[in-house]
């Protein structure tokens, strides 16, 4: 089957329009030429597969014939995120366990408490608050608290750290000439400097977490990575991925969530009056069950703006998708942002519609994949899911917040869906 192929610079291909702006690039080309074309990036073709049953498989189907590409392990070296084959099946059988419904409901009163602590730090006395703070910090302690066991609530102090980081992995995925890792320029030097410095405070707090770890204190890294007998270096890479893997995404999800929630009151209302009832137990379920309009809110958000919003799969041997043969050497590409868009899929798609949510028969499989589906998904998803929910329950249940001014938002792709400005909010303790 010949394919549709956006015609591109001799030798570079379409790797300035990508890299300039990946979103209008892929927009652009689902208009001009359907589900399916491809592209080159330098000496690499790209099949860009947009309709959900192409999507469901690559994402589900053949995945020995595919592996994550070089760019993330180079600067994080083999962990789960970067892994693939024997190595990434020997880390997902130590790792999984943590991160399931039965496990995570045992500290779902700590990830609660956590919320709640942290949100009264960040707001309390403190009538005017940056967005992106207020996500910051809460993620921050809820991620702090949850892989690592500790209670922090003090300064973000490796957050600088954390960002430095990610813009390096993102630089070094997008440069048309990325230098070896192990060459000493400045990049290089800065993320090892920063590397060290979150291994460092890893160790710190592990003289911490280690004591205090018991049944009420589960973390991954105190009953997780320190009890599957691994060697230093394979415990420091593990914190690190995870660290960044749960950390930014989660805070976008978050952002994106309050930030739809400004601009639509009435949905914000409903939100509030749900955020006022109170669970029955301290079980996931029931915690998705009381609060469904709330957890509709942050699916939604993610489906506007999902935090990783495209995949990508380098071809190691030759594959079929639906009649389309891609060669070993080939990468392939789908895109949340792009599929979670499209009015072939969605009714209304540019419209904030929790309520499509509350039924999810009505949303076409493989049209809706924020965490990815098949072995590769987020092992993180139930925690992040729980994390926000409980944020969002607490913060409409204790506080009216509002902007006096909410501008249009726009987002910015990187690894993450960013969004490139800020919003100031005005925030009060709630009366009611
Ligand atoms: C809203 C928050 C999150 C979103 C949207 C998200 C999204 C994703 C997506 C789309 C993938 C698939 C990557 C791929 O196909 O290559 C993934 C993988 C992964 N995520 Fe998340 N994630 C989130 C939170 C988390 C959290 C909280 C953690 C852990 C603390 C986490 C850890 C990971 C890891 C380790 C992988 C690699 C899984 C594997 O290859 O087996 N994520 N995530």
Redesign the pocket.
Known sequence: MTLPHVKGQMFLGSANDVLSDPIDFLERNVRSHGNTFTFKLGPKKVYFFNAPKDIKKV?TENWDHYE?EKGLKLGLGE???TSSGPT?LRQ?KY?QSF?TRASLNKILTDISLTSTESLKNTLSGKPKVSLQKLSTQVVYDL?LK??FGVDNFKKLEIVDAINIMTDYVLKRGSSKFPAPFWWPNKNNRTFKQQKNLFFNYIEELTQSSTTKSNDKNLN?YSDVLLKSALEQNEIHRQSL???L??FE??V??LFWTIYLLLKHPEKSQLVKKEALKSQPSEKINDLYKTYPYIKACIEEA?RLY???WF?SRVVIKDVDINGVILPKGSLVWVS?YITHRDQNYWSSPEDFMPERFLNETKIVPFSY????FG???????E???T??VCIIRDLYQNYDISSSHIEEIKPTASITIRPENDLVLNTAQNKL
């Not at 994949?369 to 990815?372: E, L």
């Open positions: 994402l994550k962990s789960l995120l990434w997902k790792t991160f991620v949850v892989l991954f991925t995870f660290f893997a749960g995404t989660t976008n999800a993610m999902p935090p990783s995949r949340q994949f924020p965490f990815s072995r590769h998904a987020c092992i993180g998803r925690m992040a899911m994390e926000l």
